[in-house]
């Protein structure tokens, strides 16, 4: 028998949100990536686009090593640069399992470095919510 699988959907990512109209952003995301919903995102100071957050400074990319955002919607941008809704302040709870990070951030030192970045802007992310 075929097994099937699920992408995670918003409300597996989503566990609490203040106010949609307060929490929410529509930002430009830089080309080249496929994003998934749940990517965890930093802001390239020099253009204001959002990227995968990376562990470490990544030149011309600037500022996108402090995770400030996570994407609620996944976004194909490998064509060009693309629109994607985001959470970028909180009070919100999302859940850890459905997060995407950069490959860059690998291990669990990492991810937890990403954790507390989202968590100053409010973001707090949670085992199980």
Do not use: C, H, W
Request: net charge neutral; charged share 20%; hydrophobic share 40%.
């Amino acid at each position: 028998m075929t097994t099937l699988t699920m992408s995670p959907t918003l409300g597996d990512l989503l566990k609490f949100e203040l106010n949609g109209n307060y929490n929410r952003e529509t930002v430009t995301l830089k080309s080249g990536t496929n994003y998934a919903l749940g990517s965890v995102l930093g802001k390239i100071t020099a253009s204001g686009k959002y990227r995968l957050s990376p562990n470490a400074l990544v030149a011309g990319d600037d500022g996108a090593e402090t995770a400030t955002a996570v994407l609620i919607g996944a976004v194909d941008a490998t064509g060009g640069d693309k629109p994607g809704l985001v959470v970028v302040r909180g009070p919100v709870i999302v859940s850890k399992d459905p997060l995407v990070f950069d490959a860059s951030v690998s291990d669990a030192t990492k991810k937890g470095t990403k954790y507390t970045q989202l968590a100053a802007v409010g973001l707090v992310p949670r085992d199980a919510a």
